[in-house]
């Protein structure tokens, strides 16, 4: 079955600089794969997601790429903000059997004023 | 905007009682799912729903965790008796469909389940 990985485990920044979030995944069948945001106490939230015909997808100050050959995925955020701090899980769902997602561990970002 | 509804938003009970969990998907969505997340992991599936069927429950400690979509809308998760390494959040999340692997997920805000 599918496997991801997630790093780093946590990630402190300085308010305005980027934060970079890494994963990988195991089965070549994985499609898509989904970022999600989980504030203390909520819920994961959809932030972006990205599907295997696509290299990179950007929304705003969030950008994801997508390495199919060596089954990378990354999280980008440029010129974050304190908000912004939260724990991130990536996600891959493979095109086959029942479309099983499989979540990473997560990362917990830090973002100091 | 349409949300996914969990109750209650949290729960403490004494090891080998019963406890239940509800969810309302958002209207229209044909598939739900209930995940299980240990803190400081991510979240893990336990059950999923196609309308009232259930499409995988290979995860789900069948010994005493039950779960049903009866009308295809709402669904209940129930453990019994609940032990101390059942605590936990529940979550439960919602799709449009399952036949299409690309479907977005949304997730409620989940139970924190304290078994004491």
């Known amino acids: 079955g599918e496997n991801v990985e997630q790093h780093p485990s946590t990630l402190s920044v300085q308010e305005g600089d980027s934060a970079v979030i890494k994963c990988t995944y195991s089965?070549?069948?994985?499609?898509?794969f989904p970022w999600y945001k989980q504030e203390l106490g909520k819920g994961p939230q959809l932030i972006i997601d990205?599907?295997?015909?696509?290299g990179e997808k950007k929304d705003q100050r969030i950008a994801v790429t997508l390495n199919k050959t060596a089954k990378h995925f990354s999280l980008h955020i440029t010129e974050t903000q304190p908000e912004d701090s939260a724990v991130y899980f990536c996600?891959?769902?493979?095109?086959?059997?029942?479309?099983?997602?499989?979540f990473g561990a997560g990362t917990r970002l830090f973002v100091k004023a | 905007e349409a949300e996914v509804a969990q109750s209650p938003r949290y729960k403490i009970t004494e090891k080998s009682q019963a406890v239940a969990f509800w969810c309302d998907p958002i209207?229209?969505?044909?598939?739900l799912y209930w995940y299980r997340q240990i803190l400081g992991q991510g979240p893990e599936l336990l059950v999923q729903?196609?309308?009232?069927?259930?499409?995988?429950d290979s995860q789900l400690p069948k010994d005493r965790f039950s779960a049903e979509r009866l009308k295809g809308v709402d669904s209940t998760l129930k453990i019994q008796p609940a032990e101390l390494g059942d605590s936990a959040m529940y979550l439960c999340?919602?799709?449009?469909?399952?036949?299409?692997?690309?479907?977005?997920?949304?997730f409620g805000p989940g139970t924190r389940l304290t078994v004491l």
């Open positions: 209207s229209g969505h044909a598939t």
């Open positions: 996600a891959a769902r493979p095109n086959t059997g029942g479309f099983k997602t499989i």
């Open positions: 729903f196609q309308d009232e069927s259930v499409v995988d």
């Open positions: 089965d070549s069948a994985s499609n898509y």
């Open positions: 999340a919602s799709s449009i469909r399952t036949s299409v692997s690309t479907d977005t997920q949304y």
């Open positions: 990205i599907r295997s015909n696509v």
